[in-house]
């Protein structure tokens, strides 16, 4: 098992930028791909980035490509998120999910394990 912990969320303007953080506790983290999702009021959850066991592959949802940036340091077993250029619709809580396995995958059903989650808030 692993025990996933998000930081690095808070309220920030259009435009600013955020990188959110997911400590990894328990098992061996370079066994385990790593996802970011995020969940908005009323909408369902939604894959942000996915990323592979050793952090050469990645995956990311067509409305955050070019501004955010999914990596990992499997030394200190954590996952980031770097958020640019954020917009009012990034706003949502931002979870970190892992599972065994090889590749990416980028739906939520396809993770076993998650993180509390962290607010994101953009102001317009």
């Known amino acids: 098992q692993v025990q996933l912990v998000e930081s690095g969320g808070g309220l920030v303007q259009a435009g600013g930028s955020l990188r959110l953080s997911c400590a990894a506790s328990g098992r061996t983290f370079s066994d385990f791909i790593m996802g970011w999702f995020r969940q908005a009021p009323g909408n369902q959850r939604e894959i942000v980035a996915a990323?592979?066991?050793?952090?050469?592959?990645?995956d990311y949802a067509d409305s955050v490509k070019g501004r955010f940036t999914i990596s990992r340091d499997n030394a200190k077993n954590t996952v980031y998120l770097q958020m640019n250029s954020l917009k009012p619709e990034d706003t949502a809580v931002y979870y970190c999910?892992?599972?065994?396995?090889?590749?990416?995958?980028?739906?939520?059903?396809?993770?076993?394990?998650w993180g509390q989650g962290t607010q994101v808030t953009v102001s317009s």
């Open positions: 999910a892992a599972r065994l396995g090889i590749g990416v995958y980028m739906l939520p059903g396809s993770y076993n394990y």
């Open positions: 990323i592979t066991l050793s952090g050469t592959g990645t």
